[in-house]
């Protein structure tokens, strides 16, 4: 198979509840996402022949499912009192609330699966929350 990527990152707090070690306090990343996409052949006519399909349509689609996330905190629901929670909001920080601990490895399968629903054939999402470390998702069956 054929395969192109786009990466693209955006800068966002978060914590890890009931993690036992620095994780657990409010930190912040610059979280780079890699969407890798693959197909068994390539586009025969027109404006896209040879490719897969246009970088620019899927950083497109890339920088609009993550500028979200940019510059706020990424909270899993039922981890933080309301009180905190209401008290961070109404003094007007930007709050992000998602339904799993918000860790690169269920970034990188939350992510995969946002770009497979918007039809792409998406072989793996990586996602870094430093330069040097990373988690990756991929399905085992190509398309």
């Known amino acids: 198979p054929t395969r192109r ?3 693209l990152s955006f800068d966002s707090a978060h914590f890890l509840s009931g993690y036992k070690g620095k ?3 409010i930190h912040g990343h610059r979280w780079k996402v890699e969407v890798e996409v693959q197909s068994e052949t390539l586009e025969q006519k027109g404006q896209l022949e040879g490719m897969i399909i246009d970088f620019g349509d899927l950083k497109k689609d890339v920088r609009a499912m993550i ?3 940019d510059h706020a905190l990424i ?3 039922g981890s933080m009192r ?3 929670l209401n008290c961070i909001k109404q003094d007007g920080f930007k709050v992000i609330l998602v339904n ?3 860790t690169a490895e269920n970034f990188a399968l939350f992510f995969f699966e946002l770009m497979k629903n918007k039809g792409y054939h998406v072989k793996r999402t990586t996602v ?3 330069p040097t470390n990373s988690a990756s ?3 085992s069956e190509v398309r």
């Open 5 to 7: 990527s786009s990466d």
């Open 23 to 25: 994780c657990a306090n």
């Open 67 to 69: 500028d979200s996330y």
């Open 75 to 77: 909270v899993q629901k």
């Open 82 to 84: 309301d009180e905190t």
């Open 100 to 102: 799993f601990r918000p």
């Open 128 to 130: 870094y929350e430093t």
């Open 137 to 139: 998702y991929e399905e």
